[in-house]
């Protein structure tokens, strides 16, 4: 049996040989030190433009406050810009073309042919792909750190933050696994990542719709409905928001919940699925 090391050496050569890897650090760079540049830039215009009245001032003081004005608001807003759509749509396409692009490719069927166990070759394919969303997590908060020291004058609360990008890293793990999933009954790597992105969109749809009933239901009603809410998977997915405010144990717990789910399918269908 080919030692598990050789296993995850071979997946990480394979990963990062692929423009997506890349593109993904790439952009967590970029998104680390020009979203802490925006906050500086946008409160120093606020600066500026404020009298010396002290309603203005006031405002002014309660509009920087929701920027932010320290190193660990800067590293919560770049970890918002890391999440927004381009990032996670790079690690489903990653994800993708490690299972059904190499499926449809026979590439798949090839390497079982060696001395691979089918769970072997799983883990080692997602334990790299946590290994680059782990990296580009990394290059987010160290770009938004060391660019917020240069931007601003405390440091802030860096706990929470932590916390955030630990949970974020969960999150794309369970993106891992939804794609792995879709990408067993596909063979195209396309296909599997459009597939994958449908899925989190109505996921998405069905947590707005659901807010606007909140809204609009009688106030006797509303209670329940919002109880619902924090179970549903979009904000299990989000969990790692709650550095801004507070974490809610429902959306965490979800979040572990979610990824026991995908990989528990996963693991069942892989070793069903036809190579």
Request: aromatic content about 10%.
């Amino acid at each position: 049996m080919t030692p598990f090391k050789n296993v995850l050496t071979a997946e990480l050569k394979l990963i990062f040989s692929r423009s997506s890897a890349w593109l993904c650090i790439a952009c967590s760079i970029f998104v680390a030190i020009v979203i802490p540049w925006l906050m500086s830039a946008a409160i120093d215009g606020i600066e500026v433009q404020t009298s010396s009245e002290a309603a203005a001032q006031g405002m002014a003081n309660m509009m920087q406050e929701q920027i932010g004005k320290d190193v660990a608001k800067g590293m919560g807003r770049a970890l918002w810009g890391r999440n927004f759509i381009l990032i996670p749509l790079l690690i489903l396409l990653a994800a993708s073309s490690c299972l059904s692009g190499e499926r449809g490719g026979y590439q798949l069927r090839e390497t079982l042919c060696r001395p691979i166990s089918r769970n072997r070759l799983l883990l080692a394919k997602g334990l790299g792909l946590t290994i680059l969303c782990g990296l580009s997590l990394l290059a987010t908060g160290l770009c938004a750190f060391i660019t917020g020291q240069f931007l601003f004058e405390d440091v802030g609360e860096l706990k929470l933050i932590s916390i955030g990008y630990t949970l974020s890293l969960l999150s794309d793990t369970a993106l891992i696994g939804l794609a792995f999933l879709v990408g067993t009954y596909t063979r195209s790597t396309g296909t599997t990542a459009i597939m994958s992105f449908i899925v989190l969109v109505l996921n998405a749809f069905v947590y707005f719709v659901s807010s606007v009933f909140v809204m609009i239901m009688p106030s006797d009603r509303q209670k329940s409905l919002e109880d619902w809410i924090q179970n549903l998977p979009y904000k299990s997915f989000s969990a790692w928001e709650g550095w801004s405010g507070g974490f809610d144990t429902e959306p965490v717990i979800g979040l572990f919940l979610l990824n026991l789910f995908c990989y528990g399918c996963l693991a069942y269908r892989f070793q069903k699925l036809d190579i």
